[in-house]
């Protein structure tokens, strides 16, 4: 048996656009919207192995908050009007599985397995300010007349999620596989209820990728035991604006450095991608991640021979 916990991105956002029109000299009109922050996972899992079998859970706790503006101007009008939504949210989510591990050949093992994440609440507590704003000549804005700040509480419901996935390979040589989610995001809930350009379907995700590792218990050649991490997924975001479908797709790469003499890794990773659609005037969107991450592996209670 053996257990595990971390502490992991869950989501981001992240984004700055600008759309102004101008004759060269006065402007017609100025929208500004930018936004940031994200949740974060604190998880821990538990599993059991038993002959070709494994089952587990975990159970995460997701924390975060989300800062939103918008700014918008018209030449002629002496200010422009911005509105500023923050929300902190907090919630928790489950998750079961399984998995059933064969041998094929002598050299060759079957993987595969299944989770299953039910519908979860994530609680979320809202502050919306509006205000009138007058800009100063480098256009940065400065906040004039307010309204009240309007409060609300939103529960935002997460979608069930269901995955099956399937391998095969060499132990601690090689692997490769693929796996499809099965998202329920037609439940799936906003925020700010009053966005009435997105809608929500349900969801799907593909994914293939593998590993090789050269010689895992090399003595004499550190780049033998590196673990070298390729793939490419597609998905089917769920969301919906303006009608068209957000789909995304990215080839991944990355590195397991071994640290020490343990079964622990430096991972090193990278995404190149495209999200999104240009069309119906919305945002296409190229994106490079890289990704760093520290796996801590040890065995626990072994009985020694000598003491």
Known sequence: MGFA????????????IKNQYD????????????GTGGLNKAFLGFGYKFSKFSVGAEMAYNFGRIETESIKYIGVSQNGSQESNVSTMSGLDIKIGAMYNAKITKKLDLYSGITYSPQSDLNSSNERTVF???????????????????????????????????????????????????????????????????????????????????????????????????????????LVVNTFSINDYALTGGLGLPVGGTFSNLNLGFELGRRGTARA???????????????????????????
Do not use: C, H
């Not at 869950?10 to 700055?16: F, T």
């Not at 799907?204 to 090399?218: A, Q, V, W």
């Not at 919305?282 to 021979?305: G, V």
């Open 132 to 238: 009138t704003v007058r800009y100063v000549g480098d256009l940065t804005p400065i906040p004039q007349d307010y309204l009240d700040v309007i409060n609300s509480k939103t529960v935002i419901q997460m979608p069930s999620t269901f995955s099956i996935g399937a391998g095969v390979g060499e132990s601690k040589k090689w692997i490769i596989g693929t796996e499809v989610t099965f998202k329920a995001s037609n439940t799936f809930s906003n925020r700010i209820s009053d966005v009435t350009n997105v809608s929500y379907e349900n969801g799907t995700k593909y994914t293939l990728g593998g590993y090789y590792i050269p010689n895992y218990n090399s003595f004499d050649n550190y780049f033998k035991k590196i673990t070298y991490r390729g793939g490419f997924r597609y998905e089917n975001t769920g």
């Open 281 to 307: 005037n919305l945002i296409q969107e190229n994106y490079f991640n890289i990704t760093m991450s520290l796996s801590l592996n040890d065995k626990w209670f072994t009985p020694r021979k000598y003491d």
């Open 23 to 34: 004759d060269g000299v006065i402007i017609d009109s100025l929208n500004r919207y930018s």
């Open 5 to 16: 916990f971390g502490l992991i991105p869950y989501s981001s956002v992240g984004y700055k």
